[in-house]
Antibody, heavy 120, light 111 residues
Framework: EVQLVESGGGLVQPGRSLRLSCGVS????????MSWFRQAPGKGLEWVGF??????????DYAASMQGRFTISRDDSKGIAYLQVNSLKTEDTAVYYC???????????WGQGTLVTVSS | QSALTQPASVSGSPGQSITISCTGT?????????VSWYQQHPGKGPKLMIY???NRPSGVSNRFSGSKSGNTASLTISGLQAEDEADYYC???????????FGGGTKLTVL
């Protein structure tokens, strides 16, 4: 059974940094690109970015609005994907989801999400 | 404001069919056959229902089908069931600076 479990969310003050983790099981992690999304309370889905498999260079792409403060990385030996967010703003408050990128625009397995609340 | 335009809400009775539209541009929906649809129940993560405009992942009911005409993609749900009540989001690959764009979501109510 494929499982993705996000962790690392919580209450954070504006300006601080946070690193979210996404542990996976049930598939060969190194063979797939992994992606992050977020969903602000009561709002729609917003793509953050993704990281290709190391077979495809392990490079990253981000939504234009996420460039600069967001960094996605991966550790294939541990089967974990990471999302680093710097200089957090109140508008970053959201549930953050990781998922497996099957192909362009197709994200076939999702975690349950982790809530990040940015507030003083 | 979302890049793709969806109706805010649709409704239907059990057994009926409904269609949700998703309108973009020639840079996204109209330019690529990389349109997907996601179902999200309250408090849950999204579930992929359709990808590549018409393909269903394994395990997704054949009551769900997708199509596209020009810059508009559509999700049709036939034989509506109570458990279909959820939010539905469309997405598309795009040639813009953001590779993936989404619609604002459509709330489906099963009457």
């Amino acid at each position: 059974e494929v499982q993705l479990v996000e962790s690392g969310g919580g209450l954070v003050q504006p300006g601080r940094s946070l690193r979210l983790s996404c542990g996976v099981s049930g598939f060969s992690f190194g063979d797939y690109a992994m992606s992050w999304f977020r969903q602000a309370p009561g709002k729609g889905l917003e793509w953050v970015g993704f990281i290709r498999s190391n077979l495809h260079g392990g490079t990253t792409d981000y939504a234009a609005s996420m460039q600069g403060r967001f960094t996605i990385s991966r550790d294939d030996s541990k089967g974990i994907a990471y999302l680093q967010v710097n200089s957090l703003k109140t508008e970053d408050t959201a549930v953050y989801y990781c998922n497996r990128r099957l192909k362009a625009s197709a994200f076939d397995y999702w975690g349950q999400g982790t809530l990040v609340t940015v507030s003083s | 404001q979302s890049a793709l335009t969806q109706p805010a809400s649709v409704s239907g009775s059990p057994g009926q069919s409904i269609t949700i539209s998703c309108t973009g541009t020639s840079s996204d929906v109209g330019g690529y056959n990389y349109v997907s649809w996601y179902q999200q129940h309250p408090g849950k993560g999204p579930k992929l229902m359709i990808y590549d405009v018409t393909n269903r992942p394994s395990g997704v009911s054949n009551r769900f089908s997708g199509s596209k005409s020009g810059n508009t993609a559509s999700l049709t749900i036939s034989g509506l069931q109570a458990e279909d009540e959820a939010d539905y989001y469309c997405s598309s690959y795009t040639s813009g600076s953001t590779l993936e764009v989404f619609g604002g979501g459509t709330k489906l109510t099963v009457l």
